[in-house]
């Protein structure tokens, strides 16, 4: 119950392209749905959040989608950039406990130009 | 403003061996999460400190433990090192347990147990 699955494990998207992560989770005491992006030897840094009173939220080319009935979000890069190559990590926790996050297993995504 | 510093970046131990981690949170942050991060997986919860006292822990055995001080930098000790311990340990910050959800990460003590 405390798992949050993501998949894929890697993507390959070229310049311009939409990348597509998908997470799903199974504990309905989860709230808050942060993605975070890490770049090789850096530690994670907030890219994007959302919290279940919406659907969508979109901050510049990133865009998370919501679908709380079958508890699942994505991110989405839009026209994405090789500077956008790095690990994401969705993750989830109850809003109250925001700091002890369950994280995903991590996206490698390579934007080639 | 100073970010998350950790330190050391990099240590090797024998299993059997005691380590200490050391972060010096972000400017005027008083709470601190530390994080474990095999290599090729997310990073797993350990244990968190909100002024000075433990508050909330991942599903790590007592041999993990931790301080944090009046400043705020805290301490991150393991003892009875397994091989199983080499991984990225992560400190990250934030302000106060009801902030705005923003973890502010450390770039992590990369430990190698042999």
């Known amino acids: 119950q405390q798992q949050v699955k993501q998949s894929p494990q890697s993507l390959i998207v070229q310049k311009g392209g939409i990348s597509i992560i998908n997470c799903a989770y199974e504990?309905?005491?989860?709230?808050?749905f942060p993605w975070y992006q890490q770049f090789p030897g850096k530690g994670p840094a907030l890219l994007i959040a959302?919290?279940?009173?919406?659907s969508e939220k979109k901050e510049g080319r990133f865009t998370i989608s919501f679908n709380k009935s079958a508890k699942q979000f994505s991110l989405h890069i839009m026209d994405s950039q090789p500077g956008d190559s790095a690990t994401y990590f969705c993750?989830?926790?109850?809003?109250?406990?925001?700091?002890?996050?369950?994280f995903g297993a991590g996206t490698r995504l390579a934007v080639h130009p | 403003e100073t970010g998350v510093t950790q330190s050391p970046t990099h240590l090797i131990k024998t299993r059997g061996q005691q380590v200490t981690l050391r972060c010096s949170s972000q400017?005027?942050?008083?709470?601190v999460s530390w994080y474990q991060q095999a290599l090729g997986q997310g990073p797993q919860f350990i244990f968190q400190?909100?002024?000075?006292?433990?508050?909330g822990r991942g599903n790590f055995p007592p041999r993990f433990s931790g301080l944090q001080f009046p400043n705020y930098s805290s301490e991150l000790n393991v003892n009875a090192l397994e091989l199983d311990d080499s991984a990225l340990y992560l400190c990250?910050?934030?302000?106060?347990?009801?902030?705005?959800?923003?973890?502010?990460f450390g770039e992590g003590s990369r430990l190698t147990v042999l």
């Open positions: 400017s005027g942050h008083n709470t």
């Open positions: 990250a910050s934030s302000l106060d347990l009801a902030g705005t959800g923003e973890l502010f």
């Open positions: 400190y909100y002024r000075e006292e433990e508050n």
């Open positions: 504990n309905t005491a989860f709230d808050y």
């Open positions: 959302i919290r279940p009173d919406v």
């Open positions: 993750a989830a926790a109850p809003w109250s406990g925001y700091n002890k996050l369950i």
